[in-house]
C-alpha cells in the first residue's frame, strides 16, 4: 500500500509527457501578434508541457479553457483535440476526479476522427496510452504506447507511457529497457524521476536517492519542483527516516500550497514521529484536495490506531461505497484487513487474471490468501512480491506473517525483523504487531546469525540485474509452493 505512492506520484508525469508531444507550442489566438511580456497561464502550461515538466493546477486549467474555445471554432484541428485529451487526463489524476477521464476519451477520439492512427495521429494515440495508464489498463496503454514506438522510436514521450503500463502488468525487465531508451533520448527532471522509479524498483537505493535528488535540481516549474520533492520524500519515508521525509515534504508545500500528494507524506511523517493530531489535520487536508483511495484507508488506520473508531468507520464506509479508478490492490487490502477477505481474494485474481501482476499485486493477492486460510497459496505471491527487488516494509512484513503460520519460523523471523529494520513506523496498525511479533519468536538461534540468509542489496554495484522472483512462472502458483531451499526445516 505505502509502496505505490512513488509510482502514483510519478505516472503524472507520464501524461504530461503526452502534453509534451503536441502540437502546441504556443497559444493559437495569439499568432502574428506581438507576444506578451508575461506570459498568460495558458501559455505557461503549454510551455511546461513541451518541456515535459507539470504546470501549475490553475495554468492547466486554463489551458483546457483556452483548447476548449479554440476547438469550438477550429474543430478540425486534431492536434488541439490531442491536446486537449492529454490535459483532460492529467488534470483528472491531479484531482483525482474520474469524471475528466471519459472527457479525454471523447477528445482522444476526436482526434483520431480528423486524422485517423493510419495517417500517423500519434499525439491522439500517446493520448490513449496516457488515459488507459490512468485508468489502470496496463494491457491497453502497453498497446497503445508500443503502436507509438514502432512507428516513432526516437518518440522520447512514448516512453513514460510505457514504463507505466510495464509497471501495472509486473515486466521489470520492458521497464528497466524502456527507461533506459527515454534517458538516451531525453534528460531534465522527468527522465532523473523515471531513473529512481526503477532504481527504487530493483532496490538500489543510494541510486534512487542521487536520481531524485537530480530530479529536484532540474525541475524547471514550482508545480514540477513539489513534484520531484514528494517524490524524494517517499523514497526516505520507505526507508525509515521520517524526519528527512517532512522536510522534503514542507519545502514542497512552501511552493504549492495545497499539493497533496505532499499533504499525505507529511501526515504518515508525522505519526512515524509522535505528532498524531497534526498528522490527523493533513490527512484531512490531503482527502480535500486529493481524495485517493489509498489515502482514505491510511487515514482511516491512522484513525483506528488512535481509537478514533468513529472517524475511522466513516472512512471505512468511504472506501467501500466511493467509486473508485485503478484501486483494486487497495480494495483488496481493506478487504482483506477491515472486511470481507473472500471478496479481497475474488478481486485480486481477477486481477492477476487480467495480466496485472506487478508486485503490488502480488503481495496483495498472498496476503488475502493468507487471511482467507490459505496461507500455503498465500507463500507463492508473498515470494514473488518480495524477491522482486523493491525494499517494502509492508511486504516484507506480509510474508513473515504468512510464513509463521505455516510454521516456517526461522524466515518469518527473518522477515518481520526486516519489515522494522526497513521502517520501523511502516503502519500504524501493523508495525506494532511486527514488533509484537517478534518479541514472541525470540532471537534467531546463536548459530544462525539474524540476517544469515538476507541478501539485500542497496546499490547497484552488487545487485543482479533479473531478481529473484523472474524465475517464479507467469501463471499464478494455483498449487502449494515447495519451500526454498533457505527455508527447509
Known amino acids: 500500500m505505502k509502496t505505490e505512492n512513488v509510482s502514483r506520484t510519478v505516472l503524472a508525469g507520464g501524461v504530461a509527457a503526452v502534453l509534451a508531444a503536441t502540437a502546441l507550442l504556443y497559444v493559437p489566438e495569439l499568432v502574428g501578434r506581438t507576444p506578451a511580456a508575461v506570459p498568460g497561464p495558458a501559455e505557461r502550461a503549454a510551455t511546461a508541457a513541451n518541456a515535459g515538466a507539470q504546470a501549475a493546477l490553475p495554468d492547466l486549467v486554463a489551458l483546457i479553457g483556452d483548447r476548449e474555445k479554440w476547438l469550438r471554432a477550429h474543430p478540425g484541428d486534431e492536434a488541439s483535440w490531442a491536446e486537449l485529451g492529454a490535459a483532460y487526463t492529467e488534470r483528472g489524476l491531479r484531482r483525482a476526479d474520474a469524471a475528466d477521464f471519459p472527457r479525454a476519451e471523447s477528445a482522444l477520439k476526436r482526434s483520431l476522427a480528423v ?90 537505493r543510494e541510486d534512487a536517492d542521487a536520481a531524485a535528488r537530480d530530479a529536484v535540481a532540474l525541475a524547471e516549474t514550482p508545480a514540477d519542483k ?121 478481486r485480486l485474481r481477477a486481477e492477476w487474471a487480467r495480466g496485472h501482476r506487478s508486485v503490488q499485486v502480488a503481495d496483495a493477492l498472498g496476503w488475502a490468501l493468507y487471511r482467507s486460510g490459505e496461507p500455503r497459496e498465500a507463500l507463492g505471491y508473498a515470494r514473488r512480491a518480495t524477491d522482486e527487488g523493491l525494499r517494502s516494509a509492508l511486504f516484507a512484513y506480509h510474508r513473515g506473517e504468512i510464513e509463521r503460520a505455516l510454521e516456517d519460523l526461522g524466515p518469518a523471523r527473518r522477515h ?33 546469525p539474524p540476517d544469515a540468509h538476507q541478501a539485500t542489496p542497496t546499490t547497484r554495484d552488487t545487485t543482479p540485474d533479473t531478481p529473484g522472483a523472474a524465475k517464479t512462472p507467469d501463471t499464478a502458483p494455483d498449487t502449494p509452493q515447495e519451500p526454498h531451499p533457505e527455508e527447509q526445516r
Request: net charge neutral.
Open 115 to 204: 486524422r485517423p492512427a493510419a495517417r500517423g495521429n500519434l499525439d491522439a494515440q500517446l493520448g490513449l496510452a496516457a488515459l488507459a495508464n490512468a485508468r489502470g489498463d496496463w494491457k491497453s496503454a502497453k498497446e497503445w504506447g508500443e503502436r507509438v514506438r514502432t512507428a516513432n522510436p526516437k518518440r522520447w514521450s512514448a516512453y513514460p507511457v510505457l514504463i507505466d503500463a510495464y509497471n501495472g502488468l509486473g515486466d521489470y525487465k520492458a521497464a528497466g529497457k524502456a527507461t533506459e531508451a527515454l534517458t538516451e533520448l531525453r534528460s531534465g527532471a522527468a527522465v532523473a524521476a523515471r531513473s529512481a522509479q526503477l532504481f527504487r524498483n530493483r532496490g538500489w
Open 226 to 346: 513539489a513534484a520531484a520533492l514528494a517524490r524524494l520524500g517517499d523514497l526516505e519515508w520507505e526507508r525509515g527516516e521520517p524526519a528527512e521525509a517532512l522536510a522534503q515534504y514542507g519545502t514542497a508545500l512552501g511552493l504549492v500550497r495545497e499539493h497533496g500528494p505532499s499533504l499525505a507524506g507529511r501526515a504518515r511523517a508525522l505519526a512515524a514521529l509522535g505528532r498524531p493530531r497534526e498528522a490527523v489535520r493533513d490527512w484531512q487536508a490531503a482527502l480535500r484536495v486529493l481524495p485517493l483511495p489509498e489515502y482514505v484507508l491510511e487515514a482511516a488506520e491512522l484513525a483506528e490506531s488512535l481509537g478514533m473508531d468513529g472517524d475511522a468507520r466513516t472512512l471505512y464506509e468511504r472506501l467501500r461505497t466511493g467509486s473508485w479508478v485503478r484501486a483494486e490492490v487497495v480494495l483488496g487490502l481493506f478487504e482483506a484487513d477491515h472486511g470481507e477477505p473472500a471478496e479481497a481474494v475474488r
Open 416 to 448: 518481520l525483523a526486516e519489515a522494522l529494520r526497513v521502517n520501523p513506523a511502516f503502519s500504524p496498525l501493523l508495525a506494532p504487531r511486527a514488533k509484537q511479533a517478534v518479541t514472541t519468536l525470540g532471537p534467531p538461534p546463536n548459530d544462525l
